[in-house]
């Protein structure tokens, strides 16, 4: 067994995925409450009493929710959050105070065996962490709420075995919907969210500069209100890499587990498509 990731919760409402590995279960966002994430977890084989650690991107109201904090004493499970962050999380959790530990730019482990490598993105004023696991022979990215697409970005999710990326919102969606204009500015701007285009184009860049390419590509955080899950699949389809590895995380279902595929495809039949 190498690692498999599962979306649980992926929008504005909420976000949780977790990753499973042969040392235990690593969750990434805590954004939906404990009752509904544990309804979430029936019929994937995993249970709360199975994480290990908890990963946080931000923390946005959508990627933490307080009501975890009994639930995590309770099960003690280490809470990682950057080191900008954890003094406000400790202030909306003051229980939680012995269990954080804060990451700053470089590489930690929450699990033995796996090593987590934080990348920072421009999100709003403190900045939001995407993440690349890597262990057990394999390597899944996460990286969400980005702003824009920093160049280190291609650095760290080059040659990923799985692919988590944010596509937001559609653009003339965005423009058209009753939105105010400011939060239309604040969604749109360099420390926003990605529209489908942008997270595209940082997808197809990534694609042509692989060795290999990956077994899955996921598209996170879609919006309920400014996307449209076939403007989605009809933008990515175009891209025959990307359709056939593609999968829409939703806000209300969890998504099949994804892993390791028994064919993984190599650049040379990546020159030998057509476009």
């Known amino acids: 067994m190498s690692l498999e990731l599962c979306i649980l919760a992926s929008g504005s409402a909420g976000n949780a995925a977790i990753i499973r590995s042969p040392a235990g279960i690593l969750l990434i966002d805590a954004g939906i409450g404990p009752r509904t994430l544990a309804k979430r977890l029936e019929g994937t084989g995993v249970c709360p009493t199975d994480i290990c650690a908890l990963c946080l991107t931000h923390l946005d ?3 933490y929710s307080p009501s975890w904090g009994a639930t995590l004493r309770g099960l003690n499970i280490p809470i990682y959050c950057h ?3 954890s003094d406000a999380l400790a202030q909306c959790s ?3 105070a012995p269990l954080i ?3 700053t730019g470089k590489a930690f482990s929450p699990i033995d065996g796996l090593g987590c490598n934080p990348i920072h993105f421009a999100h709003d004023r403190l900045g939001s962490h995407g993440f690349v696991v890597d262990g057990f022979g394999y390597r899944i990215g996460y990286a969400t709420d980005l702003g824009h697409v920093p160049l280190s970005f291609f ?6 075995d799985c692919i988590a990326l944010e596509a937001n919102y559609d653009s003339k969606m965005q423009a058209d919907s009753s939105r105010p204009y400011f939060l239309k500015r604040r969604i749109t701007g360099s420390h926003g969210h990605l529209s489908n285009r942008q997270a595209l184009a940082a997808i197809r860049k990534l694609l042509d500069h692989a060795r290999r390419l990956p077994d899955h590509i996921v598209l996170l955080h879609r919006s309920q209100e400014c996307n449209c899950p076939v403007l989605v699949r009809d933008l990515f389809n175009v891209d025959p890499r990307i359709a056939s590895r593609l ?3 939703q806000q209300h ?4 587990w994804l892993g390791r595929m028994p064919h993984r495809a190599y650049i040379g039949e ?3 498509l057509a476009f």
């Not at 650095?155 to 990923?160: E, K, N, Q, Y």
């Not at 279902?253 to 099949?256: A, G, I, L, Q, T």
């Open 94 to 96: 003051p229980e939680l």
């Open 247 to 249: 999968t829409l995380a």
């Open 101 to 103: 530990r804060p990451f």
């Open 253 to 256: 279902e969890r998504s099949p």
């Open 61 to 63: 109201g959508d990627h």
């Open 155 to 160: 650095d760290h999710f080059r040659d990923l």
């Open 83 to 85: 080191a900008n962050k």
């Open 270 to 272: 990546q020159l030998t």
